[in-house]
């Protein structure tokens, strides 16, 4: 598929196979590696557009700077940047394509208020896991872990990739402030506005997920956006049933906790002896030393950043405008859209949270606010 008998991707060994999403300053297709034939989703910036919005750079900035810098050590269950294209109007993210569906669509496709199993969801929260530890160990913190952000790689569902990195931020051990993410994940510091922890913020979230593989329901649900909180930042989630065995039990509440320091990481969590009563094998990640990715050029008139994008995060976080949290595909999450995960979709039992909260922020599902 081409615009004007031209395709964009042609110079760099890519053919444009069909659009994904189209939104007012991005869009994402599925493209093949014409040499590899390797399928791969592409989100395309228009440059000219993003331009007249300082956020908007800001953002895309933010975004491509997490995807580069993890880009190096290529984690099994991260959703990698392959290569980022920079012509004169665009710059084509290249990413790798997952074609499985989310492990949300998963849980959608179960019969009400039933979960995957226990097998199943340790595998898939052992995966879940091992990618926050990898993000974690390199001072990254991804500040939307949900179901519709864990992709499966193929219809096979045995290996997941963990994607959607718009609110990542690299932000090492310090305290960040900006308040965003989906409802339903949020961690109860959050609420406080204050200062946080964002990894702290992945491993409650990580928690709630844990919980709703297992129940086939989200951990926190309530009739109103107030309702909801308050059962947050009680820790009151819904009850467990005999779905969840006692080890499996013993994780979410090691996860969901209010007070931040008895809030297991994600190197703890991993060695918790619910896998290991699975006969999972879990290897945790060493730490390894930070440092940015190559560089790199190619010709053609146009080149191939291997460079981080932009600097780093600075010590706090600045909030950034509201409306920089409605991404640029709108009601799409692109990423999700980009690797099988389509349109996002909700929970019947919770439509009325995520619909207030897009009148909040812009954004389905999501919140993000300036401080």
Not at 260 to 286: C, D, E, I, T
Request: proline share 7%; aromatic share 6%; hydrophobic share 40%.
């Amino acid at each position: 598929m081409s615009v004007g008998g031209t395709d964009p991707l042609a110079p760099f060994g890519y053919q444009t196979m069909s659009p994904i999403a189209q939104g007012a300053f991005s869009q994402v297709a599925r493209a093949r590696h014409l040499s590899t034939k390797r399928e791969v989703a592409v989100k395309t910036f228009n440059k000219q557009k993003i331009a007249k919005e300082p956020h908007l750079v800001q953002a895309m900035k933010n975004e491509l700077d997490v995807l580069r810098a993890l880009q190096p050590t290529a984690h099994a269950h991260v959703a990698n940047i392959i290569e980022l294209l920079d012509t004169k109007s665009s710059l084509h993210a290249i990413l790798e394509y997952c074609s499985g569906g989310s492990l949300q669509r998963k849980l959608a496709g179960r019969p009400h208020a039933t979960g995957l199993g226990e097998r199943e969801a340790g595998q898939i929260a052992a995966q879940v896991g091992s990618a926050l530890c990898h993000l974690h160990s390199h001072g990254i913190a991804h500040r939307d872990i949900k179901p519709e952000n864990i992709l499966f790689e193929d219809a096979g569902h045995a290996a997941i990739k963990l994607c959607d990195f718009g609110f990542a931020v690299d932000c090492g051990t310090r305290r960040v402030k900006t308040v965003c993410g989906s409802p339903q994940y949020m961690a109860p510091e959050l609420s406080r506005r204050e200062p946080y922890l964002a990894w702290l913020v992945d491993m409650w979230a990580f928690g709630c997920v844990v919980f709703e593989m297992l129940e086939g329901k989200p951990a926190f649900r309530g009739s109103s956006m107030e309702q909801l909180n308050i059962r947050i930042v009680r820790a009151s989630h819904e009850a467990f049933t005999s779905a969840s065995p006692p080890a499996a039990r013993q994780l979410v509440k090691e996860l969901v906790v209010v007070d931040v320091a008895n809030r297991s990481p994600a190197h703890v969590a991993l060695q918790h002896p619910w896998f290991a009563s699975l006969g999972l094998a879990v290897n945790v990640p060493p730490l390894p030393p930070r440092g940015g990715a190559p560089r790199g050029t190619t010709s053609h008139g146009t080149s191939r950043s291997t460079s981080p994008v932009g600097s780093r995060a600075e010590t706090v976080e600045p909030p950034p405008p509201l409306a920089a949290c409605a991404r640029p595909l709108g009601a799409v999450d692109w990423m999700a859209a980009a690797f099988g995960g389509g349109h996002a979709q909700y929970d019947p039992h919770y439509n009325a949270q995520c619909d207030e909260s897009a009148r909040l922020s812009g954004s389905e599902g999501r919140y993000c606010e300036q401080q």
